[in-house]
T-cell receptor, first 116, second 114 residues
Framework: AQKITQTQPGMFVQEKEAVTLDCTYD???????LFWYKQPSSGEMIFLIY??????QNATEGRYSLNFQKARKSANLVISASQLGDSAMYFC?????????????FGKGTHLIIQP | SAVISQKPSRDICQRGTSLTIQCQVD?????MFWYRQQPGQSLTLIAT?????????ESGFVIDKFPISRPNLTFSTLTVSNMSPEDSSIYLC???????????FGPGTRLLVL
């Protein structure tokens, strides 16, 4: 079974609209972390936002927020007021268990295109 | 945030040869991670490199094919050995930011094997 599922291979959104990128995860660990990264066509991986499994509040970073629904194992990324520069691949990822000793497991990504 | 550099940024290699990729971090880190991103695909963890011990490889990756060195707390190398066209990928190194709530990536090495 996939540990991270992103069901939207591609999305087209009008500029200035809000965007929700879906991510569901599968883990039996009680302690885990969820990450979102942006990868523009240049290929760099840009860290956007993090949510810990024990965090009670949804994470926010500027225009990015994470809609964390633990019971549903869902960690959707919300981008408010989208901009043309938001066009990129977006990856959801998870770190399980042993703190910083573990690398990340990535979903397949969503290709977001913002249209003027 | 950590500043990570990788060398080379890109390379074109002949099959059967080997390439060593360097990763340098501007601060001391315990764990360094190596990932592969095949064309049009997501990232896959190759191995975790802890200074002073053998690297830990993920399923499907072996030391003979991807030997890793970690001589100190700011540097690591990944070698792609006996390359074939299937090894054409972006290889990225990554480090944690001190707590486990961050993980930063280097700019990547784009490898094309002919």
């Amino acid at each position: 079974a996939q540990k991270i599922t992103q069901t939207q291979p591609g999305m087209f959104v009008q500029e200035k609209e809000a965007v929700t990128l879906d991510c569901t995860y599968d883990t039996s660990d009680q302690s885990y972390g969820l990450f979102w990264y942006k990868q523009p066509s240049s290929g760099e991986m840009i860290f956007l936002i993090y949510q810990g499994s024990y965090d009670e509040q949804n994470a926010t970073e500027g225009r990015y927020s994470l809609n964390f629904q633990k019971a549903r194992k869902s960690a959707n990324l919300v981008i408010s007021a989208s901009q043309l520069g938001d066009s990129a691949m977006y990856f959801c990822a998870m770190r399980e268990g042993r703190g910083g000793a573990d690398g990340l497991t990535f979903g397949k990504g969503t290709h977001l295109i913002i249209q003027p | 945030s950590a500043v990570i550099s990788q060398k080379p940024s890109r390379d074109i290699c002949q099959r059967g040869t080997s390439l060593t990729i360097q990763c340098q971090v501007d601060s001391q880190v315990t764990m360094m991670f190596w990932y592969r991103q095949q064309p049009g695909q997501s990232l896959t963890l190759i191995a975790t490199a802890n200074q002073g011990s053998e690297a830990t490889y993920e399923s499907g990756f072996v030391i003979d094919k991807f030997p890793i060195s970690r001589p100190n707390l700011t540097f690591s190398t990944l070698t792609v050995s006996n390359m074939s066209p299937e090894d054409s990928s972006i290889y990225l190194c990554s480090v944690g930011g001190g707590g486990w709530e961050t993980q930063y990536f280097g700019p990547g090495t784009r490898l094309l094997v002919l």
